[in-house]
């Protein structure tokens, strides 16, 4: 049976000069890498419910990425890397943060379809930072709906900071002064996957407004870009827009080169009233994602307010504002061989589909 719920957790593993201390066995460190490979290994034997991608950013001598999403590290991938992984410099969390919630934002760009989570780990000792606070990214976590678990480690009593990190993102804070505490902690967060009914937090479209990629000009889309994308959909095709298949717009009838935009991912043109209305037929907003490869973007705000005054221009003269005139093709249903040859796995010029025999 396949994995009915998808999810991407982010580890931020506290490995500053703390994390030497031997409260935790051998060392509250190698106490951490061994609870984040229980977890991975316990959630691999519950993937008939939910799929885990993972990643790991650390927080130490260096601020760093160790594995992001698109690795698709597993059990194995983890312990090689935490190998190289020693205690030292400060425990600037903010920042680790930072850096954990800008993974979860390109996967929201590329898909969205996966629930967001960031588990820290550490003694709650938090180094301040010149950039960010702790604060103000739980806020941005929050706002993206992710969900913020802390672990706090170790006997000492700093644990103000990750327990606000965790209540202002709906996350969940955890203790753990043993080995063994700590390893029930990881199994318990394991345990709890998000459910089919988990909605987004009410700011979430707002987010995603802020988050989104701005589609591309002819002239923002470097040479090289636009070389490769025209041999990938072929040259004559290079200049028509991904939604009514035409060069011209239908509204303003302006040529592509003056009202058309590429999705920055993969390239594929729209003019910029098809994919606002094709962000209207879907009942959202300002940003869609590309019809194509399901990207982010984000729709500029002056298209939408040329619709309306081309609406109320409309209605000032009395047209109906639904009819919409667009250049039409004639066509003829024959069969591609008896064409020949050379027709057969062609692609049609209007649309792009592949002829079959």
């Given at each position: 049976?396949?994995?009915?719920?998808?999810?991407?957790?982010?580890?931020?593993?506290?490995?500053?000069?703390?994390?030497?201390?031997?409260?935790?066995?051998?060392?509250?460190?190698?106490?951490?890498?061994?609870?984040?490979?229980?977890?991975?290994?316990?959630?691999?034997?519950?993937?008939?419910?939910?799929?885990?991608?993972?990643a790991l950013v650390v927080v130490?001598?260096?601020?760093?990425?160790?594995?992001?999403?698109?690795?698709?590290?597993?059990?194995?991938?983890?312990?090689?890397?935490?190998?190289?992984?020693?205690?030292?410099?400060?425990?600037?969390?903010?920042?680790?943060?930072?850096?954990?919630?800008?993974?979860?934002?390109?996967?929201?760009?590329?898909?969205?379809?996966?629930?967001?989570?960031?588990?820290?780990?550490?003694?709650?000792?938090?180094?301040?930072?010149?950039?960010?606070?702790?604060?103000?990214?739980?806020?941005?976590?929050?706002?993206?709906?992710?969900?913020?678990?802390?672990?706090?480690?170790?006997?000492?009593?700093?644990?103000?900071?990750?327990?606000?990190?965790?209540?202002?993102?709906?996350?969940?804070?955890?203790?753990?002064?043993?080995?063994?505490?700590?390893?029930?902690?990881?199994?318990?967060?394991?345990?709890?996957?998000?459910?089919?009914?988990?909605?987004?937090?009410?700011?979430?479209?707002?987010?995603?407004?802020?988050?989104?990629v701005p589609l591309k000009s002819?002239?923002?889309?470097?040479?090289?870009?636009?070389?490769?994308?025209?041999?990938?959909?072929?040259?004559?095709?290079?200049?028509?827009?991904?939604?009514?298949?035409?060069?011209?717009?239908?509204?303003?009838?302006?040529?592509?080169?003056?009202?058309?935009?590429?999705?920055?991912?993969?390239?594929?043109?729209?003019?910029?009233?098809?994919?606002?209305?094709?962000?209207?037929?879907?009942?959202?907003?300002?940003?869609?994602?590309?019809?194509?490869?399901?990207?982010?973007?984000?729709?500029?705000?002056?298209?939408?307010?040329?619709?309306?005054?081309?609406?109320?221009?409309?209605?000032?003269?009395?047209?109906?504002?639904?009819?919409?005139?667009?250049?039409?093709?004639?066509?003829?249903?024959?069969?591609?061989?008896?064409?020949?040859?050379?027709?057969?796995?062609?692609?049609?010029?209007?649309?792009?589909?592949?002829?079959?025999?």
């Amino acid at each position: 049976m396949a994995a009915s719920q998808f999810e991407n957790i982010c580890f931020v593993l506290d490995a500053s000069r703390s994390s030497a201390r031997a409260d935790l066995e051998p060392t509250r460190l190698d106490a951490c890498k061994n609870s984040v490979l229980e977890f991975i290994r316990h959630r691999k034997s519950m993937e008939q419910d939910v799929q885990t991608f993972y990643a790991l950013v650390v927080v130490g001598r260096e601020i760093k990425t160790l594995l992001s999403f698109g690795d698709y590290p597993t059990a194995e991938t983890f312990e090689k890397e935490m190998e190289n992984i020693y205690p030292g410099g400060p425990s600037n969390i903010a920042e680790g943060m930072g850096l954990a919630i800008k993974l979860h934002i390109e996967d929201i760009r590329i898909s969205g379809t996966r629930t967001p989570k960031i588990v820290i780990i550490g003694d709650g000792h938090i180094t301040e930072s010149e950039h960010t606070t702790p604060d103000k990214m739980a806020k941005i976590a929050s706002g993206l709906g992710i969900k913020i678990d802390t672990v706090k480690i170790g006997g000492l009593n700093h644990v103000q900071t990750l327990q606000e990190i965790a209540q202002v993102t709906q996350g969940k804070f955890f203790e753990a002064a043993k080995n063994s505490e700590l390893l029930e902690t990881m199994e318990k967060i394991a345990s709890d996957y998000p459910g089919i009914s988990s909605g987004k937090p009410k700011q979430f479209s707002k987010m995603l407004e802020k988050i989104a990629v701005p589609l591309k000009s002819d002239a923002e889309m470097k040479q090289e870009s636009q070389e490769i994308v025209a041999r990938i959909r072929n040259k004559n095709t290079y200049n028509k827009c991904g939604i009514c298949f035409h060069i011209r717009d239908p509204v303003k009838k302006l040529d592509f080169s003056l009202s058309g935009r590429y999705c920055p991912s993969c390239g594929t043109g729209f003019h910029l009233h098809c994919i606002n209305e094709w962000a209207e037929s879907h009942g959202i907003h300002h940003v869609v994602r590309c019809p194509h490869c399901f990207y982010l973007l984000k729709i500029p705000v002056e298209i939408q307010q040329t619709v309306l005054l081309h609406e109320e221009f409309k209605k000032d003269h009395g047209e109906d504002t639904h009819q919409v005139q667009i250049e039409g093709y004639k066509v003829k249903r024959t069969i591609a061989k008896n064409l020949g040859e050379i027709v057969v796995y062609s692609s049609c010029p209007v649309c792009n589909n592949i002829f079959a025999e």
